[in-house]
């Protein structure tokens, strides 16, 4: 009543959770450590909850041992299907505090995981993206398409993931992104429609374009990018 209870709780879970990582985790081992902050990152900014075969392919090909390697001696803090997800939101808000979690090896730094999501994100679409990529003809009427899971999410929020980025930076992100657009554009439209979220193509790409505009001062290439790419394809056709 006093003030006390709530510092209190928070000082208990924090305890909890230390005692809980450093009992599940081997710390000592740098891979383990390194899989760790990469998969955690991925689960803690991921705007929908993914299974450990999407993280994996997110992660690509750099990441040498199978997500779920790390995910299962982590149980006592994370749920590990049919999603990965973290038990309860305290734990996401511990591991995201460097001074509450206490060790670096521990902290999330979400503005960095962010950026990288987005990368990988981008990535992953320009590996996979093509023209009529789920092979649909015109007829039969009964024809469906389907994306897989760690092809959906990427379709879904690579913009909102970019849109985090608002320090310098961006300056890495730019000529991937322009490149992205140029070539994939197009097809990116086609898998939002099978993933039925065409409706919300114009809003995610009206969200870009003021990301660019905001950028817009670190580079030319942003300039051009938010001049041509964007702006020329959309912005005149909107009353149509």
């Given at each position: 009543m006093k003030g006390d209870a709530t510092s209190?709780?928070?000082?208990?879970?924090?305890?909890?959770?230390?005692?809980?990582l450093e009992s599940s985790?081997?710390?000592?081992?740098?891979?383990?450590?390194?899989?760790?902050?990469?998969?955690?990152?991925?689960?803690?900014v991921a705007r929908n909850p993914l299974p450990d075969s999407a993280i994996d392919s997110l992660l690509g090909p750099d990441s040498l041992?199978?997500?779920?390697?790390?995910?299962?001696?982590?149980?006592?803090?994370?749920?590990?299907?049919?999603?990965?997800?973290?038990?309860?939101?305290?734990?996401?808000?511990f591991l995201m505090d460097r001074e509450r979690c206490g060790r670096d090896?521990?902290?999330?730094d979400k503005d960095l995981h962010n950026h990288l999501l987005a990368v990988r994100c981008l990535e992953r679409l320009d590996g996979a993206l093509k023209r009529n990529i789920c092979g649909l003809r015109?007829?039969?009427?009964?024809?469906?398409?389907?994306l897989s899971?760690?092809?959906?999410?990427?379709?879904?929020?690579?913009?909102?993931?970019?849109?985090?980025i608002t320090d310098d930076s961006a300056f890495k992100i730019v000529n991937q992104l322009n490149e992205f657009l140029h070539?994939?554009?197009l097809h990116w439209l086609e898998a939002m429609s099978i993933l039925k979220r065409s409706r919300e193509t114009i809003t995610l790409l009206d969200s870009l374009l003021s990301w660019v505009k905001v950028c817009s001062f670190l580079s030319y290439d942003v300039s051009l990018l938010s001049s041509y790419t964007i702006g020329s394809l959309f912005i005149p056709n909107r009353s149509v």
């Open positions: 209190g709780a928070k000082s208990a879970l924090d305890t909890l959770y230390r005692t809980a985790g081997k710390w000592d081992d740098t891979d383990f450590v390194d899989d760790f902050r990469s998969i955690l990152g991925v689960i803690l041992r199978p997500s779920m390697h790390t995910i299962s001696s982590l149980a006592c803090v994370l749920q590990p299907s049919p999603t990965v997800r973290v038990l309860h939101p305290s734990f996401a808000d090896i521990w902290y999330i015109l007829c039969p009427k009964d024809n469906r398409g389907e899971q760690d092809l959906a999410y990427p379709c879904m929020f690579w913009i909102e993931h970019i849109c985090t070539r994939h554009l």
